[in-house]
């Protein structure tokens, strides 16, 4: 098939949850025989879309990325206050501030939906991840007028998915490719459309070489202290500063050696604690002798469409403890058994003090999640449901495939 998957951001540099799905997806189907191509921004950072890699075309992976450029950065002076009113905001707001509120986000590209029309009938599927973005809003609307569209919404409950302006925007795919079951629950009970779908997460690779705990722990002087490991973006968004502050509770209720590890840039301040360990951006090969080393994963967002950090982390045979908040991460974590939901700082102490007090527990959490990612989300399961589904999409045999089991 010929493809061509629309995105915000693309590029090995490029730090982001929907735009590595999209990486993954476009690389592995490359790698398969598909002819595979990818419109994208030429910018790196979403916190201002400036234009960093060169506009036109260049090959990455086996993978055709064309680029355009960003007509204008993000102005957060302006956005920022635009952002708290519209999307934070009383609702409803007027559609013309919703509008506003796109173009400010951005990435605004104005070259895009033209791009779209005259070139997207060359694809036998336009495949758009993410709703969010100025690229899907924009993009759908032109592509859907020219062939058949999918959209990996990567929806999760957030203020944005609110808004009247995305109402329009999900009666168009011809299709929709979901994460999880959540996630297609959510779509569905949001928007009210009925469309061909299938849950397709997110595959992750299971022959990982084993390593060694050492490197990490001698690399960040922890010695032989149990660690709490969260691994992501160090952002009150992504709930780290709540963990933080569970996490010093917990420390002032229950002394001991156990340790936090903070892994991931910084983006924002956070609340510090003397037992708290911040490592930066450490590259896969410390990553994974991080999560060797770890008495579980933490994963406190509220929320996620997937955690692909999640099942990285059940590959390795490592438990979860996770924000029960979330319905995605809890529905995970309720299917594989791998993990240890909390609601609250009583849960996450309760669930903290069972896998200190036993080693046996998160060793069978763990071994529970390594067979759900391999029954699940092995590469080669995900991709070949994957290739069936776009295939009946190109043909318009539009019938629905159940998700995994």
Partial sequence: ????????????????????????????????GHDVD????????????????????????????????????????FFTPLDARTVWG???????????????????????????????????VTIFITYLYFSTWAGLPAASSVGPTVLHPTAHDEPALRLSLFDEMFRLPTAFAYLT???SALVRGRFRVRRPERIIGVGVDLDVPAVDDRTFRDRFQ?????????????????????????????????????????????????????????????????????????LALVQPSYF??????????????????????????DGQVRRSGGGLPYRGFAEFEAAVDLLLADAEVPRRLGAAGRRYVERRYDWDTV????????????????????PAA
Wanted: hydrophobic letters at 40%; charged letters at 20%.
């Fill in 1 to 32: 098939m010929r493809l061509l998957f629309v995105v915000q951001r693309y590029g090995r540099e490029v730090a982001g949850g929907a735009e590595l799905h999209c990486r993954e997806f476009a690389t592995r189907l490359a790698a398969r």
């Fill in 383 to 402: 991709l070949s449901g994957y290739e069936t589904f776009l295939g009946r999409i190109a043909s318009k045999r539009f019938t629905t495939s159940p």
């Fill in 304 to 329: 996620e469409s997937f955690s692909m950090v999640l099942t990285e982390a059940w590959a390795q045979q490592k438990c979860a403890v996770v924000n029960g908040r979330c319905a995605v991460l």
């Fill in 181 to 183: 079951e959540e996630e």
């Fill in 38 to 77: 990818v419109l994208t921004s030429c910018a790196v950072d979403y916190l201002d879309w400036a234009n960093e890699y060169p506009p036109g075309v260049a090959e990455l992976d086996g993978v055709q990325v064309h680029r355009l450029p960003v007509a204008a950065p993000r102005d957060l002076r």
């Fill in 90 to 124: 009383k609702k409803p707001q007027p559609l013309y501030l919703q509008r506003a509120w796109m173009h400010s986000q951005g990435p605004y590209i104005p070259e895009l939906p033209t791009w779209l029309r005259s070139r997207c009938g060359a694809y036998d």
């Fill in 222 to 294: 922890l010695g032989g202290r149990p660690y709490l490991l969260y691994i992501g973006r160090l952002d009150t968004a992504k709930g780290v500063a709540e963990l933080v502050n569970y996490f010093a509770a917990y420390k002032d209720r229950n002394p001991g050696s156990l340790a936090l590890v903070l892994l991931g840039q910084a983006v924002q301040p956070l609340p510090l604690h003397p037992d708290v360990v911040l490592t930066g951006f450490v590259d896969d090969d410390v990553k994974r002798s991080a999560l060797a080393g770890a």
